[in-house]
T-cell receptor, first 114, second 116 residues
Framework: GDSVTQMEGPVTLSEEACLTI???????????LFWYVQYPGEGLQLLLK?????DKGSNKGFEATYRKETTSFHLEKGSVQVSDSAVYFC?????????????FGSGTRLQVQP | DTEVTQTPKHLVMGMTNKKSLKCEQH?????MYWYKQKAKKPPELMFV???????INESVPSRFSPECPNSSLLNLHLHALQPEDSALYLC???????????????FGSGTRLTVV
């Protein structure tokens, strides 16, 4: 079945450092890929998405590129802020499975220190 | 309106109580979802409704009973819960375009449930 693997956290960075959170996936078809962010005490917010190979999703300074050859969708940001501290979830949706639901990775907690 | 609204935000209930969680969206989405999230874990799918019909039940115990009275509302009825059911319950909705959730979900902020 489909699966998403994320790097273990927590990731602790100083403000203005570069961020990369790795995400790889296994899917039977050609999935759409997503990054969601969850701030403390809140629900999940869609951060960015990509629906086909080589697409780049971007939002709020975050970027991720859909790499079919490496089955990856790594999240990157050039300069993190304290306000970026949250849990980040990589997810996929695969039409080939006929399953109308997202598959989530385990989540990566990001802590940004001033 | 681009939000999914969940009520209540917090709920404490005893093991013999009956309570309901409510979820509402006015974005015209035709798929709605219930997820359960334990601390430091990803959301786990419980139920999927598509065009007001239950399409996925992830082998959820019968003490959780979903209901979709119309295309904008989704309820989760709770009865005889156990302390291990304490969690954040998230509702989400999406456009139901073919079988693929191409645009992602819109999540509510959740109901934090404590069973005592």
């Amino acid at each position: 079945g489909d699966s998403v693997t994320q790097m273990e956290g927590p990731v602790t960075l100083s403000e203005e450092a570069c961020l990369t959170i790795n995400c790889t996936y296994t899917a039977t078809g050609y999935p759409s890929l997503f990054w969601y962010v969850q701030y403390p005490g809140e629900g999940l917010q869609l951060l960015l998405k990509a629906t086909k190979a080589d697409d780049k999703g971007s939002n709020k300074g975050f970027e991720a590129t859909y790499r079919k050859e490496t089955t990856s969708f790594h999240l990157e940001k050039g300069s993190v802020q304290v306000s970026d501290s949250a849990v980040y979830f990589c997810a996929l949706s695969d039409a080939d499975t006929g399953r109308r639901a997202l598959t989530f990775g385990s989540g990566t907690r990001l802590q940004v220190q001033p | 309106d681009t939000e999914v609204t969940q009520t209540p935000k917090h709920l404490v209930m005893g093991m013999t109580n009956k309570k309901s969680l409510k979820c509402e969206q006015h974005m015209g989405h035709r798929a709605m979802y219930w997820y359960k999230q334990k601390a430091k874990k990803p959301p786990e799918l419980m139920f999927v409704y598509s065009y007001e019909k239950l399409s996925i039940n992830e082998s959820v115990p019968s003490r959780f009973s979903p209901e979709c009275p119309n295309s904008s509302l989704l309820n989760l009825h709770l009865h005889a819960l156990q302390p291990e059911d304490s969690a954040l319950y998230l509702c989400a909705s999406s456009q139901d375009r073919y079988l693929e959730v191409r645009d992602g979900y819109t999540f509510g902020s959740g109901t934090r449930l404590t069973v005592v």
